[in-house]
């Protein structure tokens, strides 16, 4: 099993930027495809980024492509969002989320382990 803890979030003004951490502990990180997922206020949970074992492959959504980036750094058993130009629409609670599974995925049923969440708001 692995345990997630999420932190970076809080106040932005829309154009600026955050970086979000996930710190894994449990059995080693690198094991495990990662992923962000975050979920509005009254919206479901939508997928965000993913990144696989290695970190040489990378999923976004569209409506974040461009904007944030993931990335991970196995030493530190870490996977990071940074967050640029960041819009109103943006504001959720974003999710850390981890798979033993090959490949990463959009999918959140693909995922095993999931953080507890920290809170994003962008000002308009």
């Known amino acids: 099993q692995v345990q997630l803890v999420e932190s970076g979030g809080g106040l932005v003004q829309a154009g600026g930027s955050l970086r979000l951490a996930c710190a894994a502990s449990?059995?080693?990180?690198?094991?495990?495809?990662m992923g962000w997922f975050r979920q509005a206020p009254g919206k479901e949970r939508e997928f965000v980024a993913a990144?696989?074992?290695?970190?040489?492959?990378?999923l976004y959504s569209n409506s974040v492509r461009d904007r944030f980036t993931i990335s991970r750094d196995g030493a530190k058993n870490t996977v990071y969002l940074q967050m640029n130009s960041m819009k109103y629409a943006d504001t959720a609670v974003y999710y850390c989320?981890?798979?033993?599974?090959?490949?990463?995925?959009?999918?959140?049923?693909?995922?095993?382990?999931w953080g507890q969440g920290t809170q994003v708001t962008v000002s308009s």
């Open positions: 990144i696989s074992r290695s970190g040489g492959a990378t």
């Open positions: 989320a981890a798979d033993s599974r090959r490949l990463p995925t959009l999918q959140e049923v693909g995922y095993a382990y």
């Open positions: 449990g059995r080693t990180s690198s094991t495990y495809v």
